[in-house]
């Protein structure tokens, strides 16, 4: 498989409190070098590494090389998805209360 056919998926990438973390921070500045990301949690550079590699699958960072650094930025373009698939929940439970509401209203 090539790699674009092989992106994590994003709801995947954002199911773990530290990567959700790490896209606040990113979402905060315009792009942040591992070794001050890692500063922000009570694990190592290997470990917050591996999460931002997983987030970069997802598509949702961006990584760029700067002499021997990596300095990574937020890509929210992903995050839409999710958007879209919580606004149809909303709606739902929008209509549903309305209703909710006209039955109780009817019953007094």
Request: no cysteine; glycine share 2%.
């Amino acid at each position: 498989m090539n790699e674009n056919s092989q992106l994590r998926d994003v709801y995947d990438a954002v199911a773990d409190p530290t990567r959700r973390k790490l896209l606040q921070l990113l979402a905060d500045v315009e792009e942040l070098p591992l070794h001050e990301l890692t500063v922000h949690f009570q694990m190592g550079r290997t470990a917050v590494s591996k999460h931002l590699a997983i987030l970069k699958e997802a598509n949702l960072v961006i990584a760029r090389r700067v002499g021997r650094e990596t300095r990574y930025r937020l890509n929210a373009t992903p995050l839409k998805e999710i958007q879209d698939w919580v606004s149809y929940y909303e709606g739902f439970w929008k209509e549903r209360m309305v209703k909710l509401n006209l039955i109780l209203e009817e019953k007094k």
